[in-house]
C-alpha cells in the first residue's frame, strides 16, 4: 500500500470549514436516525392500533397477506383468454369464481356476452358523449372569451375564469362525482 509522504498541512481557514463540515454532517446524522425512530415509533403505534380496532385480526391474517396475489395469478396460459371469452375452465368447482352466469348479459335465447364487454362500450360511449358536450361548450364559450368579438372586459373575464376553472378541475374528481350519482359503468 502507498503512502502519501508530503501531504501540505491544512491552514487555519482550511481546518475551520472542515470543522464545520464534520459538525453539520454529524448534525444531520442525528437528524436522520432522529427522523427514522421516530416514523418507526409512529409505524408501530398505528399498526397497534389497527390491530386493536380490528379485534386482534391484523397479525393474525398477516401470513395471509400475499394469497390475494396467488390467487390473482392465472394458473395456466389459457386461464385469462377462457377468463375473457366466458370458456368453461377446467378447475371449475362449482363455485361463482370460475362460473359466474349473473355477469352475463343475454342477448337471445342461445346467444350472451360476458357483462365486461357491455360495460365497456357503455364506457366508451360515456366517453364520446362527454367529449361532444365538451367540444360544444368550449366552442360556444371561445367566442364570449375571444377580444376581439367581446368588447366587453367583465363577461370576457368571467367566461375565461370560468373556462380556466374547468380546464384545471380533475377530471377524476368529475368522474368520481359521476360515479357516485349514476354508479359504475
Known amino acids: 500500500m502507498a503512502t502519501v509522504d508530503n501531504v501540505t ?24 436516525w432522529g427522523g427514522l425512530v421516530v416514523v418507526l415509533v409512529a409505524l408501530s403505534g398505528s399498526l397497534w392500533f389497527a390491530n386493536e380496532t380490528n379485534a386482534g385480526k391484523f397479525f393474525d391474517r398477516l401470513p395471509y397477506f400475499f394469497d390475494f396475489f396467488i390467487d390473482l395469478a392465472p394458473r395456466d396460459a389459457f386461464e385469462p383468454v377462457r377468463a ?4 368453461p375452465s377446467p378447475y371449475d368447482d362449482g363455485s361463482f369464481k370460475y362460473n359466474y352466469p349473473e355477469g352475463r348479459v343475454v342477448l337471445t335465447d342461445w346467444f350472451y356476452i360476458p ?8 364506457t366508451l360511449n360515456i366517453a364520446l358523449l362527454s367529449t361532444l358536450i365538451g367540444l360544444t361548450f368550449g ?16 363577461t370576457r373575464g368571467a367566461v375565461r375564469r370560468l373556462m380556466e376553472f374547468l380546464r384545471a378541475f380533475p377530471e ?3 368522474a368520481g362525482f359521476f360515479v357516485a350519482i349514476l354508479s359504475i359503468g
Do not use: C, Q
Open 84 to 87: 375473457l371469452f366466458d370458456l
Open 139 to 154: 366552442f360556444l364559450l371561445s367566442f364570449l372569451a375571444a377580444k376581439n368579438l367581446n368588447p366587453n372586459p367583465w
Open 9 to 32: 498541512p491544512l491552514s487555519e481557514s482550511a481546518r475551520l470549514i472542515e470543522g464545520h463540515w464534520r459538525e453539520l454532517t454529524g448534525r444531520r446524522r442525528l437528524y436522520t
Open 172 to 174: 377524476i374528481v368529475i
Open 115 to 122: 357483462e365486461y364487454f357491455y360495460k365497456m362500450l357503455e
